[in-house]
T-cell receptor, first 111, second 113 residues
Framework: DGGITQSPKYLFRKEGQNVTLSCEQN?????MYWYRQDPGQGLRLIYY???????QKGDIAEGYSVSREKKESFPLTVTSAQKNPTAFYLC??????????FGPGTRLTVT | GENVEQHPSTLSVQEGDSAVIKCTYS??????FPWYKQELGKRPQLIID?????GEKKDQRIAVTLNKTAKHFSLHITETQPEDSAVYFC????????????FGSGTRLSIRP
């Protein structure tokens, strides 16, 4: 768990602004994931990447964008097109065993 | 589409009693089913998982059962303790290349003293 960092822990933005959430890992895991957590709705997959320079949309990709230029980094941009961006965002990684290791999360508040 | 349903959404049991959480999945090709525990203010952590080549797996007070024919799996916690209070998520590995994990909506388990 200590090998995945997300910063900042809390983030505040005004409506209409794009914001980028960082996720860095030193576990040498190939796959990385972004989830959104809302009360009562569990973890919903936004984007995932199994290898550098490649990524796929999850179930709720609209209004979000990602990049995977380095194995260690998988930043998520929340764009102004996302209608309800206020949420808790979790980054995760996995190796060939499928177990997912989660970062500490970023709580984004957009007003 | 790919879906994992989880019940109940909340569960309250007396300390020492057992708790059972049930999940169903839609992708018949799924072959890996993990369970995660998320304590208040913390990140989810894997507590147990099961693969489709077995029907049951136990780890001390926790057990998971899998019925592939019916496409459902369950988490059983026996002799519950206060530290078992948390939100529990079931999940299933899905996708054409078994590339992503889909989570259930979670169960908030409360242990009454």
């Amino acid at each position: 768990d200590g090998g995945i960092t997300q910063s900042p822990k809390y983030l505040f933005r005004k409506e209409g602004q794009n914001v980028t959430l960082s996720c860095e890992q030193n576990l040498n895991h190939d796959a990385m994931y972004w989830y959104r957590q809302d009360p009562g709705q569990g973890l919903r997959l936004i984007y995932y990447s199994q290898i550098v320079n490649d990524f796929q949309k999850g179930d709720i990709a609209e209004g979000y964008s990602v990049s995977r230029e380095k194995k260690e980094s998988f930043p998520l941009t929340v764009t102004s097109a996302q209608k309800n961006p206020t949420a808790f965002y979790l980054c995760a990684t996995s190796s060939g065993s499928y177990e997912q290791y989660f970062g500490p999360g970023t709580r984004l508040t957009v007003t | 589409g790919e879906n994992v349903e989880q019940h109940p959404s909340t569960l309250s049991v007396q300390e020492g009693d057992s708790a059972v959480i049930k999940c169903t999945y839609s992708d018949s090709a799924s072959n890996y089913f993990p369970w995660y525990k998320q304590e208040l203010g913390k990140r989810p952590q894997l507590i147990i998982d099961i693969r489709s080549n077995v029907g049951e797996k136990k780890d001390q007070r926790i057990a998971v059962t899998l019925n592939k024919t019916a496409k459902h799996f369950s988490l059983h916690i026996t002799e519950t303790q206060p530290e078992d209070s948390a939100v529990y998520f079931c999940a299933a590995l899905v996708g054409s290349s078994a590339s992503k994990i889909i989570f259930g909506s979670g169960t908030r388990l409360s242990i009454r003293p």
